[in-house]
C-alpha cells in the first residue's frame, strides 16, 4: 500500500508564507482553538475498520526537533498519531529509536518514512494480525509533515522517485491582521510554484480531509483573526 505524505502547514498569504518568530520558537498569530481542532480532527482521521478487526489504522506525523519543543510537554507526544521526530543527534536507525514516551527519533525524513512503514505495515493474509497481547495491531494510514521550516523545505524538495515524496499541501492562509510586516517574524515556509502546485476547490479540500463544509468552507474568524482553509496537490 502507497500512503499519502502530506504537509499541513499555516502561514501568511503568498509570497510571504510566513510561519513562526525564530526567537520565540513560535507562531506569529495568537491560538487559534478552532484551527487547532481542525489539525487535531485531520491529523487523527482513519479508515473505519469493523468492529471485529484485529488491526486499525493510524497516521503519523513527522516534526523537527524544534517543532516537537515547542509543544507544551503535557500535549507530548501528539495523541493518537505515531509521533516522528527528524533531529541530526537521533541514533542511527540500526539503533534503537523509540523514546519511553513512545516517539521515534530519526535522522531525517526519509528514514522517518522508511521506518514507519516498516513497523506499522499494513496487514496482508501473510502477516500475523493480533499481537502477543491480544491487541488490534497498528496498520499506517497517512504520513503528515507538520514543521518546522527546515523539514517543510526538505520534504518538499524530495523527488518523486522518494518514499516519502509530498504529494499535498493542507495549508491554513491566515488573512488578517497581516503578521508578515512585524519585524520579528522571520520564519518561513517555502515558496509554492504555480508550475509544480494546483490550487484544490473546497470539495478536493473536503474529499482529502473528511472535512465537512460547515466546518471549512469560506473566511473563518477566531481570536481577532480571519483566515481560510485551501488545498495545494502537485501538478506533476
Known amino acids: 500500500m502507497s500512503h499519502t505524505v502530506i504537509a499541513i502547514v499555516a502561514s501568511t498569504p503568498r509570497p510571504t508564507l510566513a510561519i513562526g518568530r525564530s526567537l520565540k520558537n513560535e507562531m506569529p498569530w495568537p491560538r487559534l482553538k478552532s484551527e487547532m481542532l481542525y489539525f487535531h480532527r485531520v491529523t487523527r482521521r482513519v479508515p473505519a475498520v469493523p468492529p471485529n478487526s484485529p488491526f486499525k489504522y493510524i497516521n503519523a506525523v513527522i516534526m523537527g526537533r524544534k517543532t516537537w519543543d515547542s509543544i507544551p510537554t503535557k500535549h507530548r507526544p501528539l495523541s493518537g498519531r505515531i509521533n516522528v521526530i527528524v533531529s541530526r543527534t537521533a541514533p542511527s536507525s540500526s539503533s534503537t529509536t523509540a523514546s519511553t514516551s513512545g516517539e521515534l527519533w530519526v535522522r531525517d525524513i526519509e528514514e522517518g518514512v ?5 513497523k506499522f505495515p499494513v496487514p496482508s493474509s501473510e502477516t500475523p494480525l493480533v499481537d502477543d497481547g491480544g491487541e488490534p495491531v497498528l496498520a499506517l494510514h497517512q504520513i503528515f509533515i507538520i514543521g518546522g521550516a527546515q523539514i517543510y523545505k526538505l520534504a518538499l524538495e524530495l523527488p518523486k522517485t522518494s518514499e516519502a515524496y ?32 494546483t490550487k484544490g476547490s473546497m470539495n478536493r479540500l473536503i474529499e482529502v480531509t473528511g472535512e465537512e463544509m460547515e466546518k471549512v468552507g469560506g473566511i473563518r474568524e477566531d481570536a481577532d483573526v480571519s483566515f481560510e482553509y485551501g488545498i495545494w496537490e502537485r501538478s506533476l
Open 166 to 197: 509530498t504529494t499535498c499541501i493542507l495549508h491554513t492562509t491566515i488573512l488578517k491582521p497581516d503578521y508578515a510586516s512585524e519585524e520579528d517574524v522571520d520564519v518561513f515556509f517555502p515558496a509554492i510554484d504555480d508550475n509544480q502546485w
Open 114 to 118: 522508511r521506518l514507519l512503514k516498516q
